[in-house]
């Protein structure tokens, strides 16, 4: 009997563990397609779960960090919602490629045009933005997430290194190192290869050149050769033709 009940308080203690950390699992995130590097451009997913079993979520409000201002954000089109940009002048000057940005993107609201994000499911929102900071490791994206029932969550507390994640933490898009140092490896890379080719075309050039000086000097040879054949057999002409007219002369006498 101790046994089964010490077993059963364990269930339910574990059953209440998981019923208080749930809500830290399943919430509003932002994750990139691929690398989010420093100075660069990326795709993130917002992704979205409903924490409801009597309601769907409606509508998803993003806003992007005013101390790191993003000039290019286009929400990619996600069937059965509407996406609004929202943009405003940035409170201090930005340049992007040498020209200077009037508009910033400040945030992005989903609203469903069905049934939305209903129980059991959830949903991502694909953004593609830039060009990201190179002088920060992460961006914070506070997040609104509102249900059909006109329940609105709020997702906007910053996590804080060291200390544990709060009820309802912002989204946060956590940045790689710029791609600097892989550009110029892959540069390295392509003017070995250069190189090389360059090398294996002089040592093709001097192949070539090579054989064609061995080309040269067996033509001279046989020019020479044949030079030295005529002069023989005239001589050997000139010779016949004296002996001929020594006989000829010896005959007579």
């Known amino acids: 009997m101790k046994a089964s009940r010490i077993a059963a308080v ?6 209440a563990v998981l019923a208080l950390s749930a809500p830290a699992f399943a919430h509003v995130s932002v994750q990139p397609e691929g690398a989010a590097a420093k100075g660069g451009y990326a795709v993130v997913d917002f992704k ?15 806003n992007f960090p005013s101390d790191h ?37 400040t945030k992005v609201t989903w609203t469903a045009d069905g049934k939305g994000v209903e129980p059991g499911y959830f949903q991502k929102f694909p953004v593609s933005i830039g060009a990201l900071p190179e002088d920060a490791d992460q961006l914070v994206f506070k997040a609104i997430q509102t249900y059909s029932n006109k329940e609105v969550v709020r997702w906007i507390e910053v996590p804080q290194e060291g200390q544990e994640e709060p009820e309802t933490p912002a989204p946060v898009l956590k940045l790689s190192a710029a791609e600097d140092d892989a550009h110029g490896t892959s540069g390295s890379s392509d003017a070995k290869a250069e190189d090389t080719g360059a090398d294996a075309q002089n040592t093709a050039a001097d192949a070539s ?27 050997g002409v000139a010779y016949g033709v004296l002996a001929g007219r020594r006989r000829n002369s010896g005959a007579a006498a």
């Open 69 to 105: 201002p993003l000039a290019s954000v286009m929400p990619q089109p996600v069937p059965g919602w509407k996406a609004e940009v929202t943009k405003a002048k940035p409170a201090k000057p930005l340049e992007s490629h040498g020209k200077q940005i009037t508009e910033v993107v």
């Open 48 to 62: 979205v779960p409903n924490e409801r079993d009597n309601a769907s979520t409606t509508k998803l409000e993003v």
């Open 209 to 235: 050149s090579s054989d064609s000086g061995s080309g040269d000097g067996s033509d001279t040879t046989a020019r020479v050769l044949g030079i030295v054949g005529i002069v023989v057999g005239a001589a």
């Open 10 to 15: 364990g269930a339910v203690s574990g059953i």
